[in-house]
């Protein structure tokens, strides 16, 4: 939050866009709240950092490698929110265009997008985790997020090599810190459920 500020301070024009994007960012949390408490999960709280959010469950995670279904069900639901937005906003801007419009449906399809790659914590990940688990167990599904996750790091990896953008480059890595982080709470909790 502290960057989106200074960054507001420098560029006073973007103040909008970023309450749009931020806008966007919890309400996309909020429906894996929404989702996560129909099915019985108890949410402590939502994190929000500069690179993003996170809805934090309050079991040690066991409960939902447990319920693969309703994982893939929690997951689902932020990326359905996005979608939501940016159709919302979509028409919003047929009917009235503006630069805010434009902003929440780049924002929404960005997040989509973004959400729905396939590594683990991500929602992509956690959909495709629980589904492997679901269909053919819980080591199975640990070793797929595994191999999904590696490859997608690497092919973002050598996309930002290759472009030349080394904020790409440096977001992946701290996306590829945060999933390997995540991959062994992952395998602990496999490990115990």
Known sequence: MLF???FVIWQPFMFVPILVV??????HEYSHV????????????VMVHPFGAAAMVEDDGTEMVRR????????????????????????????????TARW????NVGMFLFNMLP????DGGRILNGFVSWAFGRKTAFWAALAFSAAAWLAAALFFIHAGWVFGFAVMGL????????????REVVGKA
């Not at 159709?87 to 503006?98: E, G, M, Q, T, V």
């Open 4 to 6: 989106m500020g200074l």
């Open 22 to 27: 931020l806008a966007s960012l919890l309400m």
């Open 34 to 45: 929404w989702m996560a408490l129909r099915l019985g999960f108890r949410v402590s709280h």
């Open 68 to 99: 693969p279904k309703a994982e893939m069900a929690v997951a689902v639901a932020g990326p359905l929110m996005s979608l939501l937005c940016a159709l919302c906003a979509l028409l919003i801007f047929r009917a009235w265009p503006s630069v």
């Open 104 to 107: 929440a449906v780049y924002a």
């Open 119 to 122: 590594i683990y914590p991500m």
């Open 175 to 186: 996306v590829a810190w945060i999933s390997f982080v995540s991959l062994a709470k992952l």
